[in-house]
C-alpha cells in the first residue's frame, strides 16, 4: 500500500548577520601543529554527511604517534576522552582569543594522562568531557600536548585540528592564520547543475539537469552549448568543485565562490567561520539529493529561506534569477582557494520567450503536521522543524505492519517510513 503526502513547510526564525572575517589573514605568531609538512585530506567547509567540516584533517602518513604541538602559549580548557566523534581531543585556549582543538588522537603525555586518570577514577567513568581551569595545565608554545592518532569516528590516522573563537566557539578557517600549507593549484569546477522552479517559492517539483564542462587551464566553459536556454521564470545554479593541494591528491573543499550575473556580483558563499548551531543546515545548502544518492558535493547557488547559515553575502539576495527579456545573459562564476588562486566557468542564459518574474506566492505557509492515509486508516503527525524544505513523502506501509495496521490505526504515530 502507498499513499503521497504532499507540502510540508516550516518556518525557522531566520537570523541574519554579517560575516566578520572574509578572506583578511589573521594576526597571529601561531606554530604548526605537527613537526612534520603540512599535508592536508581534508579542509575548512568541506561538505559531509550533516555538517561542514570544522577544521583541517593533516596526514600523519598512514601511522600514529607523532608529537602533536601546542600552537601558542595557553591552558588545556577542555578534555574529551570518546569511542565516536573527536575521539581523544585537547582544547588549548590561548591569550589572543583563540582556542586551539587537536583531535583522534591516540594518547596524552604523562602530565597530562595523570590528570584525566584522576578524573576518570572519580568519575567512574573511561568516557568523559573534561573542563579545566586556566590553572590545571598550562602549556608552552611548541610543547607536546599529545600524540596522533587514529580515535572517535576517525576513518585512517590523522589529526584533526581546529582553531575556535574562543568566546562563540565558532570554529574558524585555519588557513586564515599563517600555516604553511602549500597551494598552488587552482580549485576544479566539474559540473554546473540548472533548477528550474514554478516560482519564487522553491516549489518543490523543481526541474533539474547537468552540464558536463570542459577546462582550459583554470577556465571552464560547458561541454556542448556556451547558452543554456530557458524554458521557464525562475531558475538557480548548482556547482560541484573541489581544490587540490600541492603535496596531497585528496579532494579537498573550495574557500569561495562568487556569481556574477552581466558583471554584477549575484552571490557569494566563503568559508570563515562556522557555527555549530547552524552546522546541519548544510542538508539546505548542499544539493542533498546529490549527496544521498551519488556522494556528488554540489553547492546551491541560491539560498533557500529556511537556511540561516552565515556563509553567504546576505546583501546580495538570495541567488534566484529570472529574466524577462529574451537577451543573452553573461554568467561567470568564480571559485576560489585561499592561496590566491582561482578558476572560472563562463556562460550565457537565455529565455526561449519573455517571462513574468513576479508571480510571487510567499513562502509562509503554515507547517501541515498531521497527515492522513488515502483510506483515512492512518494519521502520521511529524514535528515542526523536523525538516528543512518542502518535501514529497513516501510512506511504504510494511506487511508486519499491515497485520497490525487495525490495532494502531487511531494512534497518532508513524512507524516505518521510506524518504524517495
Ligand atoms: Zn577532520
Redesign the pocket.
Known amino acids: 500500500m502507498h499513499f503521497n503526502i504532499k507540502v510540508l513547510t516550516l518556518i525557522l526564525f531566520l537570523f541574519f548577520s554579517k560575516p566578520i572575517f572574509s578572506q583578511v589573514k589573521i594576526n597571529n605568531n601561531f606554530r604548526s601543529p605537527i613537526g612534520i609538512p603540512i599535508a592536508l585530506s581534508?579542509n575548512f567547509g568541506e561538505l559531509r554527511s550533516n555538517h561542514f567540516?570544522t577544521?583541517i584533517?593533516i596526514k600523519t602518513n598512514g601511522t600514529i604517534n607523532y608529537k602533536v604541538y601546542s600552537i601558542e602559549s595557553g591552558y588545556v580548557s577542555r578534555i574529551n576522552i570518546s569511542h565516536w566523534g573527536y575521539g581523544k581531543a585537547i582544547y588549548i585556549d590561548h591569550p589572543n582569543g583563540y582556542t586551539s582543538v587537536y583531535a583522534h588522537l591516540d594518547h596524552f603525555p604523562e602530565k597530562i594522562e595523570k590528570i584525566i586518570r584522576k578524573e576518570q577514577y572519580n568519575l567512574k567513568t573511561e568516557t568523559l568531557t573534561y573542563y579545566l581551569d586556566s590553572l590545571a595545565i598550562k602549556v608552552e608554545k611548541g610543547e607536546v600536548i599529545a600524540y596522533s592518532g587514529n580515535t572517535g569516528g576517525s576513518s585512517g590516522p590523522h589529526l584533526?585540528f581546529e582553531i575556535r573563537e574562543t568566546i562563540s566557539e565558532h570554529p574558524v578557517n585555519p588557513q586564515l592564520f599563517n600555516f604553511d600549507i602549500s597551494d598552488n593549484k587552482s580549485p576544479v569546477i566539474e559540473k554546473l547543475k540548472l533548477y528550474v522552479f514554478d516560482n519564487k517559492d522553491f516549489s518543490p517539483n523543481f526541474k533539474e539537469k547537468y552540464f558536463n564542462l570542459i577546462r582550459k587551464e583554470n577556465q571552464f566553459f560547458l561541454k556542448y552549448d556556451s547558452v543554456i536556454s530557458l524554458k521557464k521564470g525562475f531558475f538557480g545554479f548548482g556547482l560541484k568543485a573541489f581544490d587540490n593541494y600541492d603535496n596531497s591528491n585528496n579532494k579537498c573543499g573550495i574557500y569561495s565562490i562568487e556569481m556574477l550575473v552581466d558583471g554584477q556580483l549575484k552571490y557569494e558563499l566563503f568559508f570563515d567561520e562556522i557555527d555549530f548551531e547552524t552546522n546541519r543546515e548544510i542538508n539546505i545548502h548542499k544539493d542533498f539529493k546529490a549527496y544521498q544518492n551519488k556522494r556528488e558535493k554540489t553547492h546551491k547557488l541560491f539560498i533557500h529561506p529556511k537556511n540561516d547559515l552565515q556563509i553567504y553575502n546576505r546583501e546580495l539576495g538570495n541567488g534566484l534569477l529570472c529574466f524577462k527579456d529574451t537577451l543573452q545573459h553573461k554568467i561567470k562564476i568564480l571559485v576560489k582557494d585561499l592561496n590566491k588562486n582561482s578558476s572560472e566557468l563562463n556562460f550565457y542564459v537565455q529565455n526561449e520567450l519573455p517571462k513574468s518574474c513576479d508571480n510571487y506566492l510567499g513562502n509562509s505557509k503554515p507547517f501541515i503536521n498531521k497527515f492522513y492515509s488515502l483510506d483515512s486508516q492512518m494519521v502520521i503527525t511529524i514535528d515542526s522543524n523536523s525538516l528543512f524544505d518542502n518535501v514529497v513523502i513516501e510512506p511504504v506501509i510494511k506487511e508486519t505492519f499491515i497485520l497490525l495496521k487495525t490495532k494502531l490505526s487511531q494512534l497518532n504515530l508513524i512507524l516505518f517510513w521510506q524518504l524517495n
Open positions: 581534508g567540516h577544521g584533517d584533526h
